[in-house]
Nanobody, 121 residues
Framework: QVQLVESGGGLVQTGGSLKLSCVAS???????????MAWYRQFPGKQRELVAS???????NYADSLEGRFTISRNNAKNTVYLQMDSLKPEDTAVYYC????????????WGQGIQVTVSS
C-alpha cells in the first residue's frame, strides 16, 4: 500500500502563486508501480478532474484549461511530486488531490486526502 500526503495549500490572492507538494511512502513494491503521479482538483458539486500528471521519465500531461499557468514536476529519489501554480484565479479554488498509478493519462491507484486551495478576488 502507498500513502500520499499533500502540503502547501492555503489562501492566496488573485494573481498569486502556490506550490503544492506530495510525498509518497509505503511499500516498496507499491511505490515502484507508480509510473505516474498527478494532481487532480475537485470543485464543489463536481467530479474530480485531472490537472496534470508526470511519469517517471518526466513526460507530462496537462489539462487544456490551465493556459500554461501550472507546472508539474517530480523528484523520483524523494518520491515527491510538486505542482507550481502561478497567476492563480478565483476559479482555481478547489480541493487538490495527489494521486499515483500506472497510466500517465489517469493515474488513480492511490490517492491523498486532498488539500484546500482558495484564491480570493
Amino acid at each position: 500500500q502507498v500513502q500520499l500526503v499533500e502540503s502547501g495549500g492555503g489562501l492566496v490572492q488573485t494573481g498569486g502563486s502556490l506550490k503544492l507538494s506530495c510525498v509518497a511512502s509505503g511499500s516498496i513494491f507499491g511505490i515502484r508501480t507508480m509510473n505516474a503521479m498527478a494532481w487532480y482538483r475537485q470543485f464543489p458539486g463536481k467530479q474530480r478532474e485531472l490537472v496534470a500528471s508526470i511519469a517517471t521519465d518526466k513526460s507530462t500531461n496537462y489539462a487544456d484549461s490551465l493556459e500554461g499557468r501550472f507546472t508539474i514536476s517530480r523528484n523520483n529519489a524523494k518520491n515527491t511530486v510538486y505542482l507550481q501554480m502561478d497567476s492563480l484565479k478565483p476559479e482555481d479554488t478547489a480541493v487538490y488531490y495527489c494521486a499515483a498509478g500506472l497510466l500517465l493519462t489517469s493515474p488513480n491507484d492511490f490517492w491523498g486526502q486532498g488539500i484546500q486551495v482558495t484564491v480570493s478576488s
